[in-house]
């Protein structure tokens, strides 16, 4: 248990208690060995898309350009939070430094909202790609997707900046238990002895700009794509599009639907009662679904995969 300096929050805590699953310590055991498997499985996949899309000439395209950055984006959300947690499953030490709470937070945040623009981003490439193709190479040129992620990135960094200094200075109750896997902002939010309104309304209003707004902007763009490729005429085009259209969709609806559901309402009963199941999911499932649904199924990234092998052996 980590010791306090005196009051609630006047002075910083040592550290903080994460309970995770302590509960039921058979079922930590086995979750452990479930969340290192698809860990590794996460790492290896991601790696492998961000290498291909970096080493082949055939994926300097903007749409792998995206997938790629997408595949950093997962990594960097894995390693913040996954060895942690690996951690909190197997050892009896549960507990996590003040700083190392801070730094998980601010990078989970920054990767998150980051996650979420570059999502809309690709949904304006396939729309660009679908309804204009003739313009496509013109207007989606290299230095206009390298402007989108550095934009992406740096809403990430303003609403990490923003979001996890005021969450640290909430006034936090004696026992600093946090009752989830990882510091997130819903579970510093419960640990809170204060009045949080205004902290839940400012994660009410960040999550709609960041899921809500963007989502209707994904679904806008795809209902133009919808229009353009009733009319398209190459069988092959119309299912190649509708594929990749599909696959995105899938993925924006389970970033943003699990998201959305922890932190519209952080203090809600529902949130409270399901919140570790969305954190997993989150952070462990999503990031292994994105390259298996986006990108390793496809067969530009096999003949690429190959394209390597074949240098390599």
């Known amino acids: 248990m980590p010791k306090t300096t005196g009051r609630t929050n006047q002075s910083f805590p040592v550290g903080f208690v994460l309970l995770g699953m302590s509960e039921w310590p058979q079922l930590e055991r086995m979750l452990f060995w479930v969340v290192i498997l698809l860990f590794t499985m996460t790492i290896l996949s991601n790696s492998s898309i961000v290498l291909l899309s970096c080493m082949d000439p055939h994926l300097h395209t903007p749409m792998y350009f995206f ?130 309104t205004a902290n839940e309304w400012q994660m009410t209003i960040t999550a709609v700009i960041f899921t809500m707004v963007p989502v209707g902007l994904i679904l806008a763009s795809y209902g133009c794509i919808v229009q353009a490729v009733r009319f398209m005429k190459s069988e092959e085009g119309r299912k190649k599009a509708i594929s990749t259209c599909s696959s995105h969709l899938l993925v924006v609806f389970m970033f943003y639907g699990t998201v959305a559901m922890v932190y519209t309402d952080p203090k809600s009963n529902f949130a409270s009662k399901n919140g570790k199941f969305f954190t997993f999911f989150y952070t462990v499932v999503t990031p292994l679904l994105n390259p298996l649904i986006y990108t390793l199924r496809n067969q530009e990234v096999q003949d690429a995969c190959l394209r390597q092998l074949g240098k390599w052996i």
């Open 67 to 196: 997938l790629g950055n997408l595949s950093f984006l997962d990594l960097c959300l894995t390693t913040a939070s996954v060895p942690q947690m690996l951690s909190l499953l197997w050892g009896t030490d549960k507990s996590i430094t003040y700083t190392g709470c801070v730094i998980q937070l601010s990078v989970f945040l920054c990767v998150g909202a980051t996650e979420g623009v570059l999502l809309v981003e690709m949904a304006f490439d396939r729309y660009i790609a679908v309804c204009q193709p003739l313009r496509y190479t013109v207007l989606m040129h290299r230095p206009l997707c390298w402007k989108l992620v550095f934009l992406a990135w740096l809403s990430g960094l303003i609403v990490s900046l923003f979001q996890s200094s005021t969450t640290f200075q909430l006034p936090f109750c004696p026992h600093h238990l946090l009752d989830g896997f990882l510091c997130e902002v819903p579970v510093l939010m419960r640990l809170a002895c204060g009045d949080t």
